[in-house]
Nanobody, 127 residues
Framework: QLQLVESGGGSVQAGGSLRLSCAASGYTYGSVCMAWFRQAPVKEREGVAA???????SYKTSVKGRFTISQDNAKNTLYLQMNSLKPEDTAMYYC?????????????????????WGKGTLVTISS
């Protein structure tokens, strides 16, 4: 059973930065598709960024160039570095994982169907 715990959320002004972390346990980290999703009030959950087990990454168009997904296999931790934050980035951010090989690189992760989810960390950006 893979367990995911997010941290690093908070409140910052527009233009600021935050780094989210997702600590994973209960599975051989580095062998699954890992992704970040977000859900703003009264909006549907959307995929933000994903990283395949072998390192390939993909991003939602609106965050390309501002957000960077990375992982530290030694620490079993996934990160999301968020720069140049905008008020529209305000949302609950969730870490998720899927065990299917190639799930991230194929784009399947964008459907939001993942095997495991964290409970989320809140990001609030003020203008």
């Amino acid at each position: 059973q893979l367990q995911l715990v997010e941290s690093g959320g908070g409140s910052v002004q527009a233009g600021g930065s935050l780094r989210l972390s997702c600590a994973a346990s209960g599975y051989t980290y580095g062998s699954v598709c890992m992704a970040w999703f977000r859900q703003a009030p009264v909006k549907e959950r959307e995929g933000v960024a994903a990283m395949e087990a072998y390192g390939s990454t993909s991003y939602k168009t609106s965050v390309k160039g501002r957000f960077t997904i990375s992982q530290d296999n030694a620490k079993n931790t996934l990160y999301l570095q968020m720069n140049s934050l905008k008020p529209e980035d305000t949302a609950m951010y969730y870490c998720a994982a899927d065990l299917a090989i190639g799930y991230c690189s194929s784009g399947d992760w964008l459907g939001g169907v993942m095997d495991y989810w964290g409970k989320g960390t809140l990001v609030t950006i003020s203008s």
